[in-house]
């Protein structure tokens, strides 16, 4: 069986003028310096500046691997030396020989270190990364500089791009090893690749597995045995000498079927791959998978053409939210985090998660808390808001970063949905790219060609949609209302929220409005006094341009000007959330057209006045309140319909929901003017 | 109004050696050399490998323009030099200034001279090329060489690709103003581009014609107008002062509908655009349009998903025919070929031409023979059977191209669909090309990014496709028989035309059979004594891999083995004309579930055995005359339906077909084993 040794322990950071300081694996230069005690906080008051030179650092990690016990890595013929995840560009020496370079945050890098770990003092193993700036404006000059959407250089380096800083977000550029290392020291063969296609016919479910071996010199000629188990059925196949890619598949009949939260249970079984020699296990894989069906229905209609998600058969309106990375470091984000809180978009209502392509592809703990928590989710592939060169050194980091992320995440029940990237179709159309790159690549041939592609390959069991927004085609405008996927953002940047009422997107993906984190957390990490909408920490935790501007014009049509900073606290606040029921109210209350509202945000990645429902220290705002009532598997709503007021009564709750209105319309003293009793019956 | 002064005359070919020849303009190194006597014709026995040095050699053009009436270009403002196409890489001087240089021979160039042309004793102009070898070799060594069905550099360079060889071409790769040039001299603006839509609502005709203008400084502060007639209907729109984009639309009622031939009339309409400054004009600009509404319906149903073509609301079972260059010269095919190769086709019952991909967007003659023919056509934007690189500098070369002939072509009634390439998508999938490519581009974005937005933005009123084969998406394989477009190539490859009958495909855009040319042609082209099958110059004018070996192959199951070369000659063209036969009525019998068969190949560039059915001497192989009957509007055919033998009745007459069929099983010797008469009744 092969040996597995995390390396995890006895890392240092080379400091300038510091020596070293200890380092966490997983981690990141930022974390380890603030531990040490070298950097303030960057998430308070104004540090983000303060720190700002850690970006432009090139930064080394060190530590010792081995003496491993016995000769020849332990009797092993192989070992590799394994790292999850750099952040981001890296080169990786063991003792004095350079094992390789790296330039992916997304993906895994795996080295053959056989031989090179018996050093009886220990072998030192040294990351050294240069600043994603140096390599990122390195690329920017080589291919020329294109449209983006902010003044920094994510788009030429495949790194999570919102660690440039965002509208929501402090630009603070680590480096570091975020995900876990390891020696793998293994014999003859091993698994170097599981792609589980699960399906579910009728009440028989199916996992065809897709499996690629690597072989030693000595595994080439045996033939191997691949066992598959779910649930109580077993099959096996066997690779015969010099084949090292094949299928087994088994079914599972009376499978229980998966469903999203509120529609039925979330039943997972367990799916063991093992890879036998003769009888010795040479090598293991699990995972959890559920059995659902999920199709996007795109197909014209007389509205133009829907988005609606399909789920075993039930077409489904999305009650979604928007997620960004919990924390700039994302290194720091653990799997309570993740799971706490996962469970309250869940306790509010949520049943879709969308991870926004500025982000990563997120950790296994939050895939997993969504497979339990009935959350579907919709992943970006990581483009946002730029235009993306589709040249070498980046053309070919897409394609194996993309190969493996869908491979990695496709056990995963709750994943319903790949799409293409954030906004860049619709930044070519409207925010005068076109012009701006005269004709430079911008990634379009990643969106519409390369990525339908190889999701199609190694993932043919769930729909890719190009883009958000994106209208299906170029035959309409990105943005189109009555195709595909829509942003609703005029009403937050240049309208009143009233506005939302003007259009029926057939799919919202995003729409939001903003409001200062909880007073709490303000206090925490603002030393201002007094706070106040414009005291510098607040307005350095303010990064929307022009927000505070939006806040108080989104203010006036509904609220008095506020005499004080708690006023203007309470109300922004209060707005948002009003803002966010008028839009949800009335989409939702358009279903079947509409089907889906994902709000722009439900959580933060540090303390900041966004668009989030959950703040950066993870206190609600009023909206995750309003939100539960929001998306309620009932809720009664009154909208206008042909110029009358009309009751919209929507049922999501699986049950035929009959009952009685009352209506009342009240003067503003509270006076009954008219009252009605009107009777209804929703279907199920 | 704007003056034109053709540049045709008194240019001059420098060749080594031999100081200069005449030049035609339009023309080629090729056609000049031959007129001087200084090349043999290179379409006769093996003198193509005698030629093969002009291809690799650079070559200058050169006249002297002017001078031209009167001072300041006769009054003008401005003088621009216009050359409508250059093969391809040149560089233009005109006096001691070098205007300009070009790398693609599919698009045209203007140049600002003006001021350049007072010279007493009029002014050079020349126009050098470098070999088109030079250079594409040249961008294949900058960005690395990929698969390619040929071992010729044509994805490298803007060029026509069969002129550098094809399975049924020589290699020829000539040079030269393959396209008129003139002088244009102008005052004030000018039309720098009239695109229009032509669409059909009901009885109604509409013609949106989007503007484009050029002023001169002077120009640019006044309000001029647009004036768009079309039928009887005029109307004009005002292009204010700095204005340089404007739409002018006209309404047409009662319009007649263009009608694909045996659908009714090919009736078109004059559509002149004029540019006026007051009353003067300053700029016209004239093309005949058609009202009719194509649609591709490719909508999944219960076989697969379909490709049918539907003009004016009525579904097509498209009657088609490949096109290949008429000449590997393509300056030498004029209206008249054009024309008489066109009846010929339409003569045959053909309603539908595709212009393959490795060819050129053909001359306006074309298109134009096409609208009065009823021919439908298939414009394949030009790539053909290899990876394509997406980097500059073809990146804005394709882009370019693409806009200018969407823009040119879109006048044409005849013209229904734009296809984004030829088996480039294949190609990728099926012939090992990923392998190769190792992530590099290979023209996946311009067929799925770049040309379908580039359709939809210039000319939304015609249906993409984005390659052939292919199946819509990535979805399923590019020539799977159930969705979109296939190519059938294996059953002449490698089975018996009996093996047509293994499928029935929704679309066939290609299959074919090869024969020899018409004796009288091989005669005229080939001085072997004896002609034979394996003689020198039939060996040479046979360019398919084992052409020869397929050819008796196909023959074996059907006739005995030919005894001579005469009997050789008519049995591999009766065999031909049997292949096409099997397949067209195997899968017209299968309409509507096949919408298509497009034969390769209608015609020939030159003298040689291929898959056409005219041959490069315009004379007919048993195949053409075959189409006659197979493409009539009624075809009879037995066919096995569920393991019997059925009789299939075809009829797009446009009215209902009824009678009665006179059925007979004989031996082999004639006599009658069984008879039938049934009545049948074909709808309209």
């Known amino acids: 069986m092969k040996d597995i040794t995390p390396v995890a322990d006895g890392w240092e950071l080379r400091v300038p003028d510091h020596g070293s300081v200890p380092a966490q694996v997983p981690g990141c230069v930022h974390t380890d310096l603030l531990a040490a005690g070298l950097i303030p906080d960057p998430y308070l008051d104004l540090n983000e500046a303060e720190v700002a030179w850690v970006g432009r650092a090139d930064w080394t990690y060190r530590t010792v691997l081995g003496p491993l016990d016995g000769p020849g890595e332990a009797g092993h013929e192989r070992a590799d030396l394994v790292f999850d995840g750099l952040d981001t560009v890296a080169e990786i020496r063991l003792g004095d020989r350079v094992l390789g370079a790296t330039r992916n945050m997304h993906r895994g890098y795996r080295f053959d270190v056989t031989g090179l770990l018996d050093g009886a003092g220990g072998t030192p193993l040294t ?54 290392v390891r020696i793998e020291r293994w014999s003859t063969a091993r698994l170097a690749g599981v792609a589980p296609l699960v399906t579910v016919d009728g009440a028989t479910g199916r996992v065809e597995a897709r499996i690629d071996l690597e072989r030693t010199p000595s595994g080439a000629a045996r033939p191997l045995t691949v066992r598959l188990r779910v649930g109580g059925s077993v099959a096996e196949a066997t690779a015969a000498p010099g084949t090292d890619h094949l299928t087994v598949s088994c079914e599972v009949p009376d499978a229980r ?62 009650r979604g939210v928007n997620w960004i990375p919990e924390d700039v470091f994302p290194s720091r984000i653990g799997a309570d985090t993740y799971r706490l809180r996962l469970e309250q978009a869940a306790d509010a209502g949520v049943d879709l998660v969308r991870v926004w392509g500025g982000g990563i592809y997120e950790s296994e703990h939050f895939y997993d808390a969504c497979d339990e928590l009935g959350l579907l989710v919709w992943q970006d592939f ?70 339908p592609r190889v999701v199609a390959e190694v993932d043919p069991t769930r729909p890719y949609w190009a883009g958000s927004p994106w209208s299906g085609s170029w035959d309409h405008h990105p943005n189109d209302p009555e195709h595909g996927t829509a942003h609703s953002w005029e009403v937050w940047n240049r309208e009143d929220y009233a506005a939302y009422q003007d259009s029926v997107p057939r799919f919202v993906a995003e729409f939001g409005w903003q409001a200062p984190a909880a007073y709490a957390t303000m206090r925490r990490a603002l030393s201002d006094d007094p706070l106040a909408p414009d ?62 509202t994902v709000v722009w945000q439900l959580n ?21 309140h309003e939100l539960k009532r929001l998306y309620a598997d009932r809720l009664l709503t009154v909208q ?38 009107v009777p209804f019956t929703a279907a199920a």
């Open 127 to 180: 990351v050294a990364f240069t600043s994603a700036y140096t390599e990122a404006e390195r690329v920017r000059a080589l291919l020329g500089d294109r449209p983006n959407a902010y003044p920094e250089p994510f788009p030429y380096l495949r790194k999570m791009a919102c660690s440039f800083g965002w509208d929501w977000g402090p630009t603070l550029v680590t480096a570091g090893i975020w995900k876990p």
């Open 604 to 624: 933060d990645c540090w303390p900041v006045t966004s668009w989030s429902a959950i703040d950066g220290d993870g206190r609600f705002k009023p909206l995750y």
């Open 382 to 451: 990581l483009f946002a808001c730029a235009a993306y060169p589709e040249e070498k050194p980046l053309r070919g980091e897409v394609e194996a970063e993309a190969r493996e992320n869908v491979a990695r995440l496709m056990p995963h029940a709750s994943l319903v949905v790949w799409n293409g990237n954030n906004e860049n179709l619709w930044g070519f159309r409207d925010w005068e790219w076109e012009e701006q790159l005269a004709g430079e690549s911008w990634g379009e041939g990643y969106y519409l060609g390369l990525l």
């Open 535 to 596: 005291s510098p920490g607040m307005l350095h935790h303010q990064k929307a341009g022009d927000g505070n501007g939006k806040l108080a014009r989104g203010l006036a049509p509904h609220f008095p000007v506020p005499a004080d900073f708690d006023g203007w606290h309470y109300l922004t606040q209060v707005n948002q959330a009003r803002a966010v029921a008028a839009g949800v109210e009335h989409w939702r209350s358009h279903w079947p057209r509409c089907a889906g």
């Open 257 to 318: 079927l998966w469903w999203p939260r509120g529609y039925g249970e979330q039943p997972l079984y367990a799916c063991e791959v093992s890879l036998l020699d003769g009888d010795e296990q040479l090598d293991g894989w699990e995972r959890r998978i559920g059995f659902r069906s999920v199709e996007l229905d795109t197909s014209p209609d007389e509205g133009g053409s829907g988005f609606t998600l399909v789920v075993n058969g039930v077409r489904i309106f999305a």
């Open 640 to 677: 206008e319909r042909d110029g009358a007021l009309a009751l919209a009564v929507v049922n999501q709750s699986g049950q035929e929901w009959a009952g009685t209105a009352w209506l009342r319309r009240v003067d503003v003293d509270g006076a009954v003017l008219a009252e009605a009793r």
